[in-house]
């Protein structure tokens, strides 16, 4: 079993849809849990950290559950630009600190 | 958010060719780098974890003697491709940690293409 599983996609929505990601953990000592998103032959970029009380940044909200290791992300009122890889990443500092990545969910918006 | 620059962008070698990849934390001091490849449409793949001044911890399957990291300094860290071949043909990306704010965010540097004919 991977370390951190996401549904890889795509996902094809309108504009204006909601969309949810999710993504699963196995390391139950993980501690720290972030979304990047990766536009196509780009480096990463910090969208959100994801925090037990849930939070929210504009359109896009992040929640964690860690009794059952879950974390997602909620897009509301899709834009073209949303269209890129979401990536789920877990930190863990057991043995030294070490961030796993999710292999990404691909997003396409169209018009 | 913290800056991370790498160079060069991209850099076309001939086969057994040695390949030096600068990465640079702009801003702030990173007391930790880390070194990834990731290939076409697949996820980052983390090759090494840097700590200023000692030595770099590999990843299970990457060669140390092949793929060199020096963490000489808390704003540069360097990968050396060694005699490099095709299959090592990836876009490598470099990350930082220590910035402010949260310390176990990471900050990505835009990454290097390398292509090895």
């Excluded at chain 1, 974390?71 to 877990?90: E, M, N, P």
Aim: aromatic share 10%; hydrophobic share 35%; charged share 20%.
């Amino acid at each position: 079993r991977k370390e951190v599983e996401q549904d890889p996609g795509p996902f094809n929505v309108p504009e204006g849809a909601t969309v949810a990601f999710n993504c699963t953990y196995s390391n139950s000592a993980s501690q720290s849990f972030f979304w990047y998103r990766q536009d196509c032959r780009k480096e990463p970029k910090l969208l959100m950290s994801v925090y037990s009380s849930g939070n929210e940044d504009g359109r896009f909200t992040a929640q964690l559950n860690r009794a059952s290791q879950y974390i997602s992300l909620l897009i509301r009122d899709s834009k073209l630009s949303d269209s890129a890889t979401y990536l789920c990443v877990v930190a863990a500092r057991t043995g030294g600190f070490k961030t796993i990545f999710g292999a990404g969910t691909r997003l396409f918006v169209k018009a | 958010g913290a800056v991370v620059s790498q160079h060069p962008s991209r850099v076309i070698c001939k086969s057994g060719t040695s390949v030096k990849i600068e990465c640079r934390s702009l801003d702030f001091q990173a007391t930790t780098m880390f070194w990834y490849r990731q290939f076409p449409k697949q996820s980052l793949m983390l090759m090494a974890t840097s700590n200023e001044g000692s030595k770099a911890t590999y990843e299970q399957g990457v060669e140390k003697d092949k793929f060199l990291i020096n963490h000489a300094s808390l704003t540069l860290s360097t990968l050396t491709v060694t005699s490099a071949h095709p299959e090592d043909s990836s876009f490598y990306i470099c990350s930082a940690r220590g910035a402010s704010g949260s310390a176990d965010t990471q900050y990505f540097g835009p990454g290097t293409r390398l292509t090895v004919l």
